[in-house]
């Protein structure tokens, strides 16, 4: 199995990261204003993207306060249903360094690029959004 890997310095509390990583006003300042959950652990978020059909169901299996949050893809395009992700918050500088893993692909083709340079894209919005609390989803 293959995996996509991120590391990321933010200027923001590791708090400031768990609340967008793990509440609904939170999903909606970075990822997609159409993301419905309560970001409990054992329940899923909803995310629909406007003017497109394609919906990703995300189920929480972990929520550790500020530490770790981890969802795997129940519903989606491609080859994501059955992956998982992964976002380690450890305090560094005054700010959160952020590692992300998205695991559990069956190769390195279609959806896996393309997943690659969208989880850059969003892990940018995310960091922007923990730093300012100004919304910016990658999806309207």
Known sequence: ??????ELSINASPQRVYRALTTPDGLRGWFSTGSEGSGAPGT?????????STRFIWE????????????????????????????????????????FS?????????NFV???????????RLADFAETDRPSPLYN
Do not use: K, Y
């Not at 998205?102 to 279609?110: A, D, I, L, N, V």
């Open 44 to 52: 899923n978020w909803d995310m629909a993207f406007a003017g497109s």
């Open 114 to 124: 393309r997943c690659n340079t969208l989880w850059g894209g969003l892990l940018h």
């Open 1 to 6: 199995m293959h995996s996509l890997d991120h």
């Open 102 to 110: 998205h695991s559990g692909w069956p190769h390195t083709e279609g």
């Open 60 to 99: 929480i299996t972990t929520s550790t306060p500020d530490t770790t949050v981890a969802w795997r893809c129940l519903e989606g395009p491609g080859d994501s249903p059955g992956t998982s992700v992964t976002f380690d918050l450890d305090q560094r500088n005054g700010g959160t360094l952020l590692r």
